[in-house]
Nanobody, 119 residues
Framework: VQLQASGGGLVQPGGSLRLSCAAS????????MGWYRQTPGKQRELVAR???????NYADSVKGRFTISRNNPKNTVYLQMNSLRPEDTAVHYC??????????????WGQGTQITVSS
């Protein structure tokens, strides 16, 4: 399984970024895809996830600001991040899992992409 994330970087508060994650080695359309993030000294946490049919789930801290979507023919999942805040600063990871489970450390992970929100 390979999950290749891109789109991270430095952005000012209030700005926007779009993350992409291209998957290979899995039957993409059968997987729940998610974005998780981690800051130093803290456990990895859910940001958003999406089922194969488009059902979504968001962390309370990002509801109304972030949107997760997927393109099954392109084997790609996206995270549109708007109204970014300094507390969104973290390494963001793409995740693929065959089942919807409320356990963070499960499934396959991408390499992580750094998001830094700072003026």
């Amino acid at each position: 399984v390979q999950l290749q994330a891109s789109g991270g970087g430095l952005v000012q508060p209030g700005g926007s970024l779009r993350l992409s994650c291209a998957a290979s080695g899995i039957i993409f359309s059968n997987n729940v895809m998610g974005w998780y993030r981690q800051t130093p000294g803290k456990q990895r946490e859910l940001v958003a996830r999406i089922t194969s049919r488009g059902g979504t789930n968001y962390a309370d801290s990002v509801k109304g600001r972030f949107t997760i979507s997927r393109n099954n023919p392109k084997n790609t999942v996206y995270l549109q991040m708007n109204s970014l805040r300094p507390e969104d600063t973290a390494v963001h990871y793409c995740n693929a899992r065959a089942v919807w489970v409320d356990v963070v450390e499960f499934g396959s992970w991408g390499q992580g992409t750094q998001i830094t929100v700072s003026s």
